[in-house]
């Protein structure tokens, strides 16, 4: 019995840094989808940023502006002044991602894909009372003066150009012959409280609210609600065995 009662003390100990490092970084992953369109992102804390990989994870490519995934808003809960700090760090093609060139025969690649995507801290309710907004296309939201590169280049927001597909469709129509990336972008954001929580997440596609637009999944179990499962069950398991008188 003392033997099991080592083994269950190990593992108490293990399940409370697990609770104790699931406090400090943040690790979330949402999915959404709607018909043949689908998207990803994963929000993860590092150090003051928060990083986001932000995927277009169709599974069909692409033929209209309409599934291009062009924008996506978020919240940070809890709405503290921490939060509400956000500023634009950088953005990137993200790992295994590419730019796509249509039949137009534009294969000049833009020197910072920060020229073609926006930041913006929202009021309700542009959309839905989401505080976050990250875009490629204006939307009637952004403007080019709250792109990632704010000097040095042309700030674009116009069309679908830039936004994130699944690769392109041989039939696909003239809005379409337009720089786009493959797959997705690597996101950092400055000024992040690590105390905060990602809720209320929407991907949105085309150049146009009304156009396809969904909400991200609960995220999917993390470490912090694993440790605190496993620290309920061995408090039981303790209190069971009291009874006992063992």
């Known amino acids: 019995m003392r033997a099991n009662r080592d083994i269950l003390f190990i593992l108490l100990a293990a399940a409370f840094f697990m609770l104790v490092e699931s406090r400090s970084a943040l690790a979330q992953t949402f999915y959404g989808s709607q018909g043949s369109l689908s998207a990803e ?28 995934l062009t924008a996506l808003f978020f919240t940070v809960t809890p709405a503290s002044a921490s939060t509400t700090s956000l500023s634009a760090g950088s953005i990137n093609l993200s790992n295994g991602s590419s730019y796509v060139h249509t039949a137009s025969g534009d294969n000049s690649n833009p020197s910072d894909v920060g020229m073609y995507w926006a930041f913006k801290q929202l009021d309700p309710p542009n959309p839905g009372a989401y505080i976050y907004g990250i875009s490629s296309t204006g939307l009637g939201i952004f403007s080019p003066n709250e792109t990632f590169l704010l000097s040095g280049g042309s700030a674009s927001l116009g069309g679908a150009g830039y936004g994130l ?11 379409l012959k337009t720089p786009l990336i493959n797959n997705g972008v690597f996101i950092v954001l400055n000024h992040f409280n690590n105390g905060g929580m990602i809720t209320n997440v929407s991907f949105q596609f085309g150049t146009s609210t009304d156009e396809p637009h969904f909400n991200g999944t609960v995220p999917t179990p993390n470490s912090f609600a694993i440790a605190a499962v496993a620290m309920a069950f061995g408090l039981l398991w303790i209190r069971r065995e009291r009874l006992r008188g063992v």
Do not use: H, Q, R, Y
């Not at 150090?47 to 502006?65: E, H, W």
């Not at 597909?165 to 809005?175: E, H, I, K, L, Q």
């Open 41 to 68: 992102a994963i929000f993860s804390s590092s150090g003051a940023n928060l990083d986001i990989t932000f995927k277009n994870t169709s599974p069909v490519p692409v033929s209209s502006n309409g599934e291009v």
């Open 165 to 175: 597909v699944s690769g392109v469709s041989t039939d696909a129509n003239n809005g």
